[in-house]
T-cell receptor, first 111, second 114 residues
Framework: QKEVEQDPGPLSVPEGAIVSLNCTYSNSAFQYFMWYRQYSRKGPELLMY??SSGNKEDGRFTAQVDKSSKYISLFIRDSQPSDSATYLC???????????WGAGTKLIIKP | DVKVTQSSRYLVKRTGEKVFLECVQD?????MFWYRQDPGLGLRLIYFSYDVKMKEKGDIPEGYSVSREKKERFSLILESASTNQTSMYLC?????????????FGQGTRLTVV
């Protein structure tokens, strides 16, 4: 079993919809939770990170961590065609700088 | 603007060739990583380095080696390229400062082995 599970999609939604992207994990030692966005033919870029549990909001994006369920989510409000990309979750333990990655979910926003 | 630069965007090599992928970062980062990315498998760590001349095996080091002679440069070497090494290769760097959450990636090298 992988340490981090993420549905690869693709997930296709109409413009303006609320998007929910999710990852589950098995290692309770993870403390930092990140979402990266990767456009086609580019390297991933950090979108948001959360330390431990709770929510974090940045514009149209909200990251949520539920450590009791070992589940993290990224919500995108008022989705735009420019949000079409692959979204990767990543995690790390407090004492280790190595990131553990999900497989990435391909998101398509239809105009 | 911070930057991680990979030497090639696209490479085509023959089976059995020795292949060098170069990566340079200008952020004075301590950590550097080599990943390969395949559809449905996400990012898989090949090797990483946390200091000059230091290296650690990742999840899939077989068939690869690395070199870090200078802090800013991290090279990935395919000793004898095989078709199953056809993939997207991504270099990244990060710092030990702060939360250490952000890894900066290069644009990737798409390697095809024929």
């Amino acid at each position: 079993q992988k340490e981090v599970e993420q549905d690869p999609g693709p997930l296709s939604v109409p413009e303006g919809a609320i998007v929910s992207l999710n990852c589950t994990y098995s290692n309770s030692a993870f403390q930092y939770f990140m979402w990266y966005r990767q456009y086609s033919r580019k390297g991933p870029e950090l979108l948001m990170y959360t330390y431990s549990s709770g929510n974090k909001e940045d514009g149209r994006f909200t990251a949520q961590v539920d450590k009791s369920s070992k589940y993290i989510s990224l919500f995108i409000r008022d989705s735009q065609p420019s949000d079409s990309a692959t979204y990767l979750c990543a995690m790390r333990k407090g004492s280790n700088y190595q990131l553990i990655w999900g497989a990435g979910t391909k998101l398509i926003i239809k105009p | 603007d911070v930057k991680v630069t990979q030497s090639s965007r696209y490479l085509v090599k023959r089976t059995g060739e020795k292949v060098f992928l170069e990566c340079v970062q200008d952020m004075d980062h301590e950590n550097m990583f080599w990943y390969r990315q395949d559809p449905g498998l996400g990012l898989r760590l090949i090797y990483f380095s946390y200091d000059v001349k230091m290296k650690e095996k990742g999840d899939i080091p077989e068939g690869y080696s690395v070199s870090r002679e200078k802090k800013e440069r991290f090279s990935l070497i395919l000793e004898s390229a095989s078709t199953n090494q056809t993939s997207m290769y991504l270099c990244a760097s990060s710092t030990l400062q702060g939360t250490g959450t952000e890894a900066f990636f290069g644009q990737g090298t798409r390697l095809t082995v024929v």
